[in-house]
């Protein structure tokens, strides 16, 4: 299932979350519980613009999302009143130009306990975790993709615009 989310990075996403949404939580239940988007499509996309919209994920895996020249394969956070928590979550295999897993444009993200592995964005602009111009906390994650740090750039998490072309090779 995919659809058209309103807003500047609409790209076919499999569920997308605004102010006429609400507040969700998606929860896994079993081991193995997850969203998969199949290698052609962004997981999910927050956009709360200046709504509050609130996002828990808990518990499951987001994996194989993919955004060809766009921001966040598993993940995009757009809009000051975007809150993504996610809690023991694992991000597999998702791809971007830039933030392979997660792009927060805007926004709040406090991510805790949760795995990166294979995540990749082609701009090397944060394989698994951007914050372009939003507030991120990370605490007990294990986020070791490609550079495996945390930088300005170029790493595993950047923090910052990191324009495609000059982002080192």
Request: with cysteine.
């Amino acid at each position: 299932v995919t659809s058209t989310c309103d807003g500047p990075h609409d790209n076919p996403t499999a569920l997308c979350l605004n102010s006429a949404t609400g507040n969700k939580q998606i929860r896994g239940f079993a081991p193995g519980a997850g969203l998969d988007g199949g290698g052609t499509t962004r997981i999910l996309y927050v956009s709360g613009g200046v709504h509050v919209v609130r996002l828990v994920l808990r518990d499951l895996t987001l994996q194989h999302g993919y955004v060809g020249a766009h921001y966040g394969g598993a993940v995009l956070v757009y809009g000051t009143g975007s809150t993504v928590t996610a809690t023991n979550v694992h991000f597999l295999h998702n791809t971007a130009v830039w933030g392979g897993a997660i792009y927060f444009f805007s926004g709040t993200g406090i991510i805790t306990d949760c795995g990166f592995n294979g995540n990749v964005a082609e701009a090397n602009a944060g394989d698994d975790i951007n914050n372009y111009y939003g507030t991120l906390t990370v605490i007990n994650s294990n986020v070791n993709d490609v550079y495996g740090q945390i930088t300005n750039c170029v790493g595993a998490v950047t923090n910052g615009y990191c324009p495609r072309e000059d982002v080192c090779s």
